[in-house]
Structure formats: C-alpha cells, structure tokens
C-alpha cells in the first residue's frame, strides 16, 4: 500500500480493516486535492477558481436511508420512531462488503474535528474514495494544526465509499443507497450516494446522540455574536435564511448550520459553511457570494455557462446547489468558533401559507412548542401536481439529524433558556399579502431590520398585539418597516381568505404536536396555537 501525505503510521487505514487499498493521500492540502479531482474527473474547475462537481442521481441527502444499529448501547437511548433500526449482523456484513470493495482502490483520508469545545470535542477521520469529497469535508469540519497530524487519535470514523451499491436482502437496507451508523463503536458507513453532504451530517448525527449526556445543548442553528458579547443563535430548516441572515457584516459569525450550548456557552461543530447557493447574488447575500469565487471552494450541482462562469439562477440540475467553504472565506468570522451564551434565540421559518407574522416575541413555553414543532413549508410548483403550499414539520428543526427523543433535547433547551435568562423569537421569512403563487416573499430588508431591533433589545420597548391564532406577541409598528406586513391578515386582499388559512394551518400544529403532549408539561401544551377567535 502507498501512503502519501501526513499521517500517523500507528494509526493508519489497517487498524481499521483497509490495509488492502493500493494507495492512500493522507490530510492533503486544497491545492493537492484540486489536482487530484480535476486529474480523475472528478469536478471542474470555475471562471473564478472554485471546484465545481456534480453529485448524479442523489442531489440532496437520503434521509430514508439512513439507520443506526440498534443494539444493548442503544436500545434506551434512540428515538426508534424516527430512526431506522440496522441490526448489528447486518452491519457487519455491510462493513466487511464495503472493505472488499475498496481493496485495490485509491482513497483520500482527512483527519478532521468536529466541535470547536475542547472538552466536547469529536476527532473525525474521513475516508472516501473521491477526491473533492476529501476537500469538501476538509472546508466543512475544523482543520487540526499540521503538527499535530501525526498523533491524531479519532473517536469517530466515516467510510464513504459511493461506488459501492448496498444490497437490500444481504444488508437489511431500503435501497442501493445506505448511510448506516454505529454509535456504540463510532463508525458511519456511507454507500451508493455521491452527495457530499451526507459526510457533514453524519458528524452532527453522533454528536447529537453523544453532547446531551454531558449537559450540552446540540443544536440545528447558525450563530453570531456583537461586539458587546450578544450571541444570538438562529434555528431553522434548509431554505428559511439561517445562513444568509447570520451572515451579517455587523457581527461576528460563530457558524452556519451546527452548533452546542454547554457551560461555558455556545460554539461550532464546524469549520466551515454549505449555503444554499440557488438564486445567490451579489447584492442580496454579498459575503456569502464573494466565498463562491475563490480558490478552494467546492460548488455542488451548480450549472457553468460556456465560460465556466456559475449560474446560479440555473435549477435544472437541482433548486440544492450548495456552496462549501471554510469559515474563514467570511471576512468577519469568528476565528475561535467560541461565544458567550446566548442572549438572543431565533426561530426562522419560511410560512408559505402567508399566515405568520414577520416577527413574534415567545414565551418560553411557546418557543419550547416551536422548538419541538420545528414548522417551515414546502412551496407549491416544485414536483408535478403540487399546487398549494406543503407543510413540513421537523422537531428540534432537524428531525433527521437527531437520534434522541425530542422531549430530551427540548427540556434542555428550556432549562438553558431560563437558567441564561434569553428572549426567544419567531421569524418568518416566507410569505406575506397571500400564499405562495399569490403573495410576496417577505422583503429580506424588512427581515434584518426586524432582527436587528431584536438583537438589539430595542424591540422588546415597542407595543405588541396578542396574535389570534397563535397567541404569541406581534409588534404594532416598527420604525423603518412597513407598518402593514406587521399585520398578515391586513396584506391579503380577501381577509375570509386568509382566516380560512390560517384555520387550516392551526389545525396543522395541533394534530402535528399530538405525539409530544406526554412528553411535556401542561404550560407548553397550553403554548399550542388556538383556532380564530370571533373578535377577528
């Protein structure tokens, strides 16, 4: 076997069964792993420098792939509702398959951390079969320092083999396609998917499973701090604005996506940032576009004009086009990936109903509620036949990612709000005068004014409104912003419309939260959304 690149021979690929593979590229840097993807054909290179790569069938992740083995470690400890069950037979046969399968091949290894706490800290060894995943999950988790290379010692190990197709009757899988994790003995297993993405949230997934027994809140969010030390977090599923809004010149970036709350405060997971890159411009999302022109960013599914030049405005490949980064391509991020403890928490959704407010002050209880009820929408015309808004309800706002029960991660949630004394809000960032088709995107301009009265603490001196339907608190009117989308029910031209709506969407909640009523308390039950009230 040829080894190359930085490495610890005491701790190389034959300690775990992969001692038959012709070569292995150990911690190679960009520019190396530039060469070898563009060498193999792998990926292109773009007008601006950036690695362009297309992922094939599986454009985004296979969440009904993934399983976890379920076994005496994790029997008691995973929300089995949620996650596929693999047993530890059929995890074995799929490992040692997945070994024969790579003997003879050229894999790329990085050796990576996961959460920028020292004491909570994940050391990740990555190993794949392509050379631009090797860059991707090398901009994506946090870089140790080269020194330190050859002592490495990881807790967690990533196969990524997506040349390799699982067989369903041998491998107790759904499909071709697997993501099969053992938490017990840190080992993620990926084949059959070229999608990049799965690398990253497999971390999350076992920290996930592994941060709340010691105390420390994981958390689906992005993160940024002022420069008085006011750390705010901004939860939210793909596609409601935890990258763009967080991504404010003002303040200081922790991070994009991943992120704990332990005792000593908030910090990343990563070490780098995956924005969605569709409809991306300059004027709208200026750091996050400048991040896409540069050397050692990884493109994913972005189409390329004759020149070479991305469009980003082009979904024919797929709306996920992603962009990968490391964290320093941001000029004003952080370079710890360490903040105080939150002072400010942010709940974004995209409501294409055209029902929520831009911005709603929550009670505890009722962020607990959201929290647990993690509400975006799919909008109407993305898949044939689609003609209304869809809604899409993923507990902690990243249901496929979290191995526990919910209850588990929302009580720690309440606990660290209260104990941190934070103001807890709801952002929507969807839709207002109409649902989609009919109304409008909420102007963003009007979204950062609105957070930045919030961040501030400036809007908790405004007067507010009890909302009909969801009891929460909305402001009246705010400086700077139009007074009439403070109001949902005043932008749509036919008020029986929307109150049929926001009917319909109540209902939704309620049912949806069904399944968490046992699991908590009576005030954050009383925290549910009521039906319209007469006086409307």
């Known amino acids: 076997m040829e080894e190359f690149g930085l490495h610890n021979p005491k701790n190389g690929l034959s300690a775990i069964g992969l001692g038959e593979v012709s070569r292995v590229h150990y911690n190679l840097s960009e520019v190396e792993l530039y060469e070898e993807a563009i060498r193999r054909g792998e990926a292109d290179l773009t007008a601006d420098g950036a690695l362009r790569a297309i992922t094939g069938q599986h454009t985004g992740r296979s969440p009904k792939d993934k399983f976890v083995v379920r076994d005496e470690v994790t029997e008691g400890k995973i929300w089995w509702d949620n996650n596929k069950p693999l047993s530890r037979e059929h995890f074995e046969i799929l490992h040692k398959d997945m070994l024969a399968h790579a003997a003879g091949s050229t894999l790329y290894v990085q050796d990576l951390v996961g959460g920028a706490d020292a004491e909570n800290a994940l050391p990740t060894r990555v190993v794949t079969e392509l050379a631009w995943h090797a860059l991707f999950i090398r901009n994506l988790l946090i870089?140790?320092?080269?020194?330190?290379?050859?002592?490495?010692?990881?807790?967690?190990?990533?196969?990524?083999?997506?040349?390799?197709?699982a067989d369903?009757?041998?491998?107790?899988?759904?499909?071709?396609?697997?993501?099969?994790?053992?938490?017990a003995n840190g080992l993620v297993l990926i084949g059959g998917?070229?999608?990049?993405?799965?690398?990253?949230?497999?971390?999350f997934t076992v920290l996930n499973y592994l941060l709340p027994e010691n105390g420390v809140m994981p958390m689906h969010c992005s993160a940024n701090v002022g420069k008085d030390g006011d750390t705010a977090i901004f939860f939210g599923l793909?596609?409601?604005?935890?990258?763009?809004?967080?991504?404010?010149?003002?303040?200081?970036?922790?991070?994009?996506?991943?992120?704990g709350w332990g005792k000593t405060g908030v910090f990343n997971f990563e070490g780098g940032c995956y924005a969605k890159a569709i409809k991306l411009s300059a004027e709208a999302e200026p750091e996050i576009y400048a991040a896409t022109r540069r050397f050692g960013t990884v493109l994913e599914n972005v189409v390329l004009d004759k020149n070479r030049v991305p469009d980003f405005d082009d979904n024919s490949l797929t709306e996920n086009t992603r962009s990968a980064y490391p964290l320093h391509f941001i000029p004003n991020a952080s370079g710890t990936g360490l903040a105080p403890h939150p002072k400010t928490i942010i709940m974004l959704t995209a409501d294409a109903f055209g029902v929520m407010p831009p911005i709603a002050k929550l009670t505890p209880e009722q962020a607990m509620y959201h929290f647990l009820s993690g509400y975006t929408a799919k909008v109407a015309g993305t898949e044939k036949g689609v003609t209304e808004p869809e809604a899409t309800f993923s507990t902690c706002f990243g249901a496929p990612f979290m191995p526990r029960h919910p209850a588990e991660y929302g009580n720690l949630l309440k606990q660290l709000i209260a104990e941190h004394?934070?103001?807890?809000?709801?952002?929507?960032?969807?839709?207002?005068g109409g649902a989609y088709g009919t109304g409008r995107r909420m102007p963003i301009k009007a979204t950062r004014a609105l957070l930045g009265e919030a961040l501030s603490g400036r809007l908790n001196g405004v007067e507010f409104r009890t909302d009909a339907n969801f009891g929460f608190a909305v402001?009246?009117?705010?400086?700077?912003?139009?007074?009439?989308?403070?109001?949902?029910?005043?932008?749509?031209?036919?008020?029986?419309?929307?109150?049929?709506?926001?009917?319909?969407?109540?209902?939704?909640?309620?049912?949806?939260?069904?399944?968490f009523e046992s699991h908590v308390d009576s005030k954050v039950r009383d925290a549910a959304p009521g039906l319209l009230v007469a006086a409307q």
């Open 168 to 183: 369903p009757a041998r491998h107790g899988c759904r499909t071709e396609t697997v993501i099969a994790c053992d938490l």
């Open 238 to 259: 793909s596609g409601t604005g935890k990258t763009t809004l967080s991504a404010d010149p003002t303040r200081t970036l922790i991070g994009d996506d991943e992120h």
């Open 421 to 432: 004394g934070v103001d807890c809000w709801l952002v929507n960032t969807g839709w207002t």
């Open 143 to 165: 870089r140790p320092k080269r020194e330190t290379l050859d002592g490495f010692e990881q807790k967690l190990t990533i196969i990524n083999l997506p040349s390799f197709k």
């Open 475 to 515: 402001p009246v009117a705010v400086e700077g912003v139009e007074q009439a989308i403070l109001d949902p029910r005043s932008t749509w031209s036919d008020a029986s419309a929307y109150d049929a709506q926001a009917d319909k969407l109540v209902k939704m909640f309620i049912t949806n939260f069904e399944k």
């Open 193 to 203: 998917t070229s999608y990049a993405g799965e690398n990253k949230k497999s971390v």
